[in-house]
T-cell receptor
Framework: KNQVEQSPQSLIILEGKNCTLQCNYTVSPFSNLRWYKQDTGRGPVSLTIMTFSENTKSNGRYTATLDADTKQSSLHITASQLSDSASYICVVSQEAGTALIFGKGTTLSVSS | GAVVSQHPSRVICKSGTSVKIECRSLDFQATTMFWYRQFPKQSLMLMATSNEGSKATYEQGVEKDKFLINHASLTLSTLTVTSAHPEDSSFYIC????????FGPGTRLLVL
C-alpha cells in the first residue's frame, strides 16, 4: 500500500533553534518527493521538490534530503522564526500529472 | 511562481442549499486540476481529478452527484456542493499542475 508517514506528529521549539522533520514512504513507482508548508487556514505552499537522483535541496533556511534507497526524507529548518509555525507536509508523487500521496504532516510551533 | 486562486475564500450557507467554489490558474493553463478536502488537524484528502473537456474522476467514497465538478476551460474548474449539509463543512482546496502542483488558498465552507 502506498503510504507516507511523518514524524513527529507535532513539535515545539524555541525561536532561533534548528529542527528536523522526518518522512518515510512506501510508494512505488516513485517520481518525486515534495515538502509543503501549510499555514493555518491556507493552502499548502511548495518548499522543495526532489527527484530520485537528488539527495539534497535547499530553499533559504529549509534544507530537504532524500535517500531513495531507504525511502526516507528529512526537512531541516535552520534558525527557526515565529513565522515558521505551520504544518509541514511530505508529499510523494508516482508520476507526472497524477494525484499526490500526502503524509499527515508535522505541526511545528515556534515560541519566543 | 505559478498562482492558483480560489473564490470565495469563505462561505456560510444554510443546510440544503448549493455552493459553488471556483478554482483558477491565473498565469498558466492546466488540463488537470485536483480538488481536495481537509478536516481540522487532518491531511488533505483527494476528492476528484478534474479534466478539461471531460468528466471528472472521483475517488472512492466521494459522491459525484453531490460534488459536481466542471472543468470548462484550461484555467477554470468549479466544484459545486449540492444540497449541502453540516457534515460537508470543511476546507476545500484545489490544485493545478505546472511541473509541480500549485495549490489554491482554500475555501472554508460552513453549513449551518
Amino acid at each position: 500500500k502506498n503510504q507516507v508517514e511523518q514524524s513527529p506528529q507535532s513539535l515545539i521549539i524555541l525561536e532561533g533553534k534548528n529542527c528536523t522533520l522526518q518522512c518515510n514512504y512506501t510508494v512505488s513507482p516513485f517520481s518525486n518527493l515534495r515538502w509543503y508548508k501549510q499555514d493555518t487556514g491556507r493552502g499548502p505552499v511548495s518548499l522543495t521538490i526532489m527527484t530520485f537522483s537528488e539527495n539534497t535541496k535547499s530553499n533559504g533556511r529549509y534544507t530537504a534530503t532524500l535517500d531513495a534507497d531507504t525511502k526516507q526524507s528529512s526537512l531541516h529548518i535552520t534558525a527557526s522564526q515565529l513565522s515558521d509555525s505551520a504544518s509541514y507536509i511530505c508529499v510523494v508523487s508516482q508520476e507526472a500529472g497524477t494525484a499526490l500521496i500526502f503524509g499527515k504532516g508535522t505541526t511545528l510551533s515556534v515560541s519566543s | 511562481g505559478a498562482v492558483v486562486s480560489q473564490h470565495p475564500s469563505r462561505v456560510i450557507c444554510k443546510s440544503g442549499t448549493s455552493v459553488k467554489i471556483e478554482c483558477r490558474s491565473l498565469d498558466f493553463q492546466a488540463t488537470t486540476m485536483f480538488w481536495y478536502r481537509q478536516f481540522p488537524k487532518q491531511s488533505l484528502m483527494l476528492m476528484a481529478t478534474s479534466n478539461e473537456g471531460s468528466k471528472a474522476t472521483y475517488e472512492q467514497g466521494v459522491e459525484k452527484d453531490k460534488f459536481l465538478i466542471n472543468h470548462a476551460s484550461l484555467t477554470l474548474s468549479t466544484l459545486t456542493v449540492t444540497s449541502a449539509h453540516p457534515e460537508d463543512s470543511s476546507f476545500y482546496i484545489c490544485s493545478a499542475t505546472l511541473e509541480t502542483q500549485y495549490f489554491g488558498p482554500g475555501t472554508r465552507l460552513l453549513v449551518l
